[in-house]
């Protein structure tokens, strides 16, 4: 797609110069020379320069703060996706994290590959090789290999949190080896020929296997299944559901419930489960449905909660960890002892950025909270 079509379907062309979003946008905010709506500007105006040369396309984190109040309804973190994916065409891309290694494995997803990744979830619980509710896992057993040894970092409680309470609901869910990365990265990095490859092969598989709904725990995977699968797939011909629905449910009916806990807790919005999905106050009415714990809010939350800094294992900078630390600083100002994530992303990142400060909180993830907290 040429700048002119990308400008066309974004709706760019109606920017009104206002700079909302510029004063919205939480890169903006630490790095001053980054301004989305310079960058808008730059490809309806300027014809010197070439808009895919610029770093800046690759420093957003599509978070969609700046979308969610323009008043011309841009949708930038679209816009930018087009422009990388244009960019990524003519040989033009950005700098991933981590030296590339999880866009490396990514890749190799996209494969006749063969994978184990399954053995943790029949330690954990109970799961079934064919039915109707298929439970997408996500990148979880990837992040644990990177992130277990170095960082003496569980990744995997989470899904092992989401297993228990599924069997609790009754339900012993399919979850595969073949199971692929949902190709969220992908897309956002520009490589849409791989992301459309992990999407067909996620859907073949679950589709194999009879599955007539799938579940998600992560907020990446959810919005991919729903949202961009179908635009390289058409209906999907599944129900996309996200586990705070079903749990959530579970919970008001008095299905399940929680033994009593302590300690003061705030709440991290990831963007994609939040201001993107609007999975909102599900999290947090199963966080308080926890006898005893005390519930902050930090200053910016739900549609306002900012971005935990880094997004597609990309570009990982000085920028992302301040980023970071304010968002850390912000909960610390609540009092609470505890942030609780629901996105194993989020948790990486905010602990990462953790290590390097002298504060007492703790990062948790919720499945883990809530598998931990249940009453039997
Ligand atoms: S908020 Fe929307 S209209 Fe205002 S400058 Fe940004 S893109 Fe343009
Ligand atoms: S999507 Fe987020 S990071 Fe990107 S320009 Fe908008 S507010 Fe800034």
Redo the contacts with the bound molecule.
Sequence with gaps: MNLPEIVDQTRAYYCLDCGI?TG?????RVTPEFS?RLMVEKVLMDEEENPLEDVNIWS????????SRCPSKID??EF?RMVREEAVRQGKGGVPAHRGLFQTIMRLQTLDIKQSKTDWAREAGRISESGDTYYFVGCSPFFDVEFQTDWNLDVMDGPRGVLKLLNTMGIEPVIHDDERCCGHDLLWNGDKENFARLAERNVKLIKSLGCKRVVFHCPEGYLTFKKYYPEVLGDLGIEIVHFYELLAAEVKSGAISFAPSDGVLTYHDPCRLGRQAGIIEQPRDLIQAIPGIEFKEMQHNRENGI?CGTSAWMGCSSCSKAIQKNRLAEAVATGADTLVTACPKCRLHLSCALRDMDIELKIRDINDLLAQTLKI
Excluded: E, F, I
């Design positions: 979003c919205s946008c939480p890169v903006s989305p957003c984190l599509s978070c969609g703060q700046c979308s930038y973190p930018v971005c």
